[in-house]
């Protein structure tokens, strides 16, 4: 679903960038590199895809890991566990409105799409629907040795990115 869409995509070739959000994973440092780049481009066609994922599995789990523990009663447990989908959404799209502002100014083209499911999996479905020259994900807070030992989805969306030849991958730490 496309939820805004800034500009004209029809007069040429665009420098396309993919920065893909989540409802577990932003980084301000993510966001400040891609509009570096975009910078870079030198360029006034620049189209900046923000890829916004709500990660439902994610959020099951956490509500699963709080109602195993059972140390809240279960109208206060699903108050505090809407309570965190609603501060994640809502850092997202603070996020996003940065970004939008950015471009605006800048005039760059934006187009903001919103999904839900997998964050690897979304990701590498956008990118193959909407063709960009970089990618940029943040990886989760998880320590390196659990990455290293039970994989990220940063690291399967930049390894799956380079097989199918879907861009360049950034990720930010």
Do not use: W
Not at 35 to 57: H, P
Not at 99 to 128: C, D, K, M, P
Not at 138 to 155: H, N, V, W, Y
């Amino acid at each position: 679903m496309v939820v805004a869409n800034i500009g004209n995509l029809a007069n040429g070739e665009f420098m396309r960038i993919l920065l893909a959000l989540s409802t577990s994973r932003y980084s301000v440092q993510l966001i400040e590199s891609a509009l570096e780049e975009a910078a870079r481009a030198n360029r006034m066609d620049v189209l900046i895809l923000v890829l916004y994922i709500i990660e439902q599995d994610e959020l099951n789990a956490v509500s699963q890991k709080v109602g195993d523990d059972g140390f809240l009663g279960a109208s206060i447990q699903q108050d505090v566990l809407t309570a965190l989908q609603e501060t994640h959404h809502r850092m997202a799209m603070q996020r996003i409105e940065e970004v939008r502002r950015v471009a605006e100014e800048q005039n760059y083209q934006l187009e903001i799409h919103e999904s839900t499911g997998s964050f690897s999996n979304e990701v590498i479905a956008f990118a193959e629907k909407h063709p960009c020259d970089v990618i940029y994900v943040t990886r989760d807070d998880r320590p390196f040795i659990s990455r290293f030992l039970f994989g990220s989805e940063a690291d399967r969306v930049a390894r799956l990115a380079k097989k199918e030849g879907l861009g360049r991958v950034v990720i930010d730490d």
